[in-house]
């Protein structure tokens, strides 16, 4: 996910770059509930003042999570803020990189974006996701799905140990 660093100064230029998520290390959680695979986009504004780097904008891609009330697999877009100011002085002071703030040597003419988009697409993926506000979730005696199905285990009325006996009375009355 490579800037170019050779713009002209002073000139503010938008830019576009786009990579596969595996090319910025972007796969999946460690336990399988996070994945990524889709391309990652960055649309940024730069602007170079002398030999420093200006470039702000967002960064998007689509990841897979695991729905934490009915665990089904559904996809959301993650979109996350990017800012960085890139430096080129002659000695870049080691441990000067601070999350928004890089120096590299004088003459670089490319900068590589990809560990500052991960992690800030990492940050925005949810704890808790769910698959919509109002998932209904698994129902807690019988497992099944509560958005695709109901089941009888809530409530007496019903019960479905009292089907056969309803369609017996039913079967009486007419
Ligand atoms: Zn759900
Ligand atoms: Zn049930």
Same mark, same amino acid.
Request: with cysteine.
């Given at each position: 996910?490579?800037?170019s660093?050779?713009? /002209? +100064?002073?000139?503010? *230029?938008?830019?576009?770059?786009? !990579?596969?998520? %595996? ?8 336990? =399988? ?5 889709h ?8 602007? *170079?003042?002398?030999? +420093?780097?200006?470039?702000?904008? @967002?960064?998007?891609?689509?990841a ?19 800012? @960085? ?5 002659h !000695? ?7 999350d ?14 990809? %560990?500052? !988009?991960r ?9 808790v996701?769910?698959? %919509?506000?109002?998932?209904? =979730?698994?129902?807690? @005696?019988? =497992?099944? /799905?509560? /958005? ?15 089907? =056969?006996?309803?369609?017996? %009375? ?5």
């Amino acid at each position: 996910m490579i800037l170019s660093l050779t713009s /002209n +100064e002073t000139a503010t *230029r938008e830019v576009e770059i786009v !990579a596969d998520a %595996s090319e910025i290390d972007l796969t999946a959680s460690d336990d =399988g509930e996070v994945r990524f695979g889709h391309e990652v986009t960055a649309r940024l504004t730069t602007r *170079r003042v002398a030999e +420093e780097f200006f470039a702000s904008g @967002l960064v998007d891609t689509k990841a897979t999570l695991k729905c934490a009330r009915c665990l089904a697999e559904f996809e959301v877009p993650l979109t996350a803020p990017i800012e @960085l100011v890139i430096h080129r002085v002659h !000695a870049p002071a080691a441990g000067a990189d601070l999350d928004a703030y890089v120096e590299v040597t004088s003459g670089t003419s490319s900068f590589d974006l990809g %560990s500052l !988009a991960r992690e800030v697409l990492l940050l925005t993926v949810p704890e808790v996701p769910h698959c %919509s506000e109002d998932c209904s =979730g698994l129902c807690a @005696l019988c =497992g099944a /799905n509560l /958005n695709v199905e109901t089941c009888t285990c809530e409530g007496s009325s019903t019960d479905s140990r009292w089907d =056969g006996l309803k369609q017996a %009375s039913t079967l009486k009355r007419t």
